[in-house]
């Protein structure tokens, strides 16, 4: 793993920074050289990649380093919830992520936050928390993907979300259909266990990506709005990002939709079939009623009992016995109580 030399960056608190020219190819600013300067339309453009736990990042801010002073102040401020601030050519950000571990690996569901300030030629992200789509990023700039511009960056970021979403939907839809066949298979009981962590993973996803669309939403009627100064790259990307959002937004509200009425029609399978074993239940108990009546009757040691002395006696109680448990089973049958419960 990299190790950050923050004590020796220009830039207090930065992580990384990377300088692109003007075809978008991008080169990592070596720690210690001079960092290009925020919105040089004639050199490229800018990433800077803070770290947002530093203490002298609030400095940094009021200084105008990493970007409008006011505009950073809203975007890096620790409120984690999803959203865009605009300010003339400039726009703000907070958008989920997902946190990476030490080893590299990354979560599957997008609990963590990415800052950003976007400009006409630069973009500053900071985190507090490790996440994944920077490093997918730079790792990817790093191999040669070009990248036009910092509105394109931004759009990387998204898309590693989405991907990471759509991995995930693809996975528990995958899981659900497994489910629905073990239900469809009648010799295979019926178990809503699986249900539960599906129906968990896809809410939580669902309540992220919502999150997620409502602040491209705004980006985008923003960007259409008359007299707006974001630049049009940033309309153009806040549409493209839209309509793969609104996609999987109807994809995560399907599956959600689905384990739920899975999980609602197993439990009522499991209704049906506690209740016609009750059923089944109550009809032997009725039959099985007069029998025991009849030899809780002949089991009294009572003076005068009948067929006491008689040689035949047990016998003629069986059939006694017997014949009060075939009464009540036609009587049952007249009144038609022994179809199956619907």
């Given at each position: ?54 203490a ?11 970007g ?8 890096f ?11 003339g ?23 963590g ?61 995958s ?22 962590p ?17 602040v ?64 089944t ?27 006491s ?14 014949l ?19």
């Amino acid at each position: 793993m990299q190790h950050l030399l923050i004590e020796e960056s220009s830039l207090p608190g930065l992580i990384f920074a990377l300088a692109f020219d003007t075809d978008g190819r991008g080169r990592q600013v070596a720690l210690g050289d001079e960092l290009p300067s925020l919105g040089d339309p004639e050199h490229g453009f800018v990433w800077l990649h803070v770290d947002l736990v530093d203490a002298r990042t609030e400095a940094l801010i009021l200084e105008g380093r990493l970007g409008p002073p006011r505009l950073a102040a809203a975007t890096f401020a620790r409120d984690e919830h999803q959203r865009v601030v605009v300010d003339g050519p400039h726009a703000g950000f907070v958008i989920a992520d997902r946190e990476r571990a030490f080893d590299g690996s990354s979560s599957e569901e997008p609990n963590g936050r990415l800052h950003c300030v976007l400009g006409p030629g630069y973009l500053v992200s900071g985190r507090r928390h490790a996440t994944a789509c920077a490093v997918a990023a730079r790792d990817a700039v790093l191999s040669g993907t070009l990248v036009p511009g910092p509105a394109k960056l931004l759009e990387r970021f998204v898309g590693s979300t989405i991907a990471s979403l759509n991995a995930t939907s693809d996975r528990l839809s995958s899981s659900l259909d497994s489910i629905e066949d073990d239900m469809l298979d009648e010799a295979k009981a019926d178990d809503a266990r699986p249900l539960g962590p599906i129906r968990r993973q896809s809410v939580r996803s669902h309540r992220q990506l919502a999150g997620l669309r409502a602040v491209f939403h705004r980006l985008e009627d923003e960007a259409a709005m008359e007299g707006d100064q974001l630049p049009g790259a940033v309309g153009a990307m806040a549409a493209r990002v839209v309509q793969r959002l609104d996609s999987l937004h109807r994809d995560m509200h399907v599956l959600s939709e689905r384990s739920r009425l899975l999980q609602d029609e197993i439990a009522a399978r499991t209704t049906a079939l506690t209740n016609r074993q009750l059923f089944t239940l109550s009809i032997l108990t009725a039959l099985f009623l007069p029998p025991t009546l009849v030899t809780g009757v002949f089991g009294m040691n009572t003076k005068g009992l009948f067929f006491s002395e008689t040689d035949s006696g047990s016998m003629i109680a069986l059939i006694i016995g017997a014949l009060a448990a075939l009464a009540v089973y036609v009587v049952i049958r007249r009144l038609n109580l022994a179809g199956r419960p619907g």
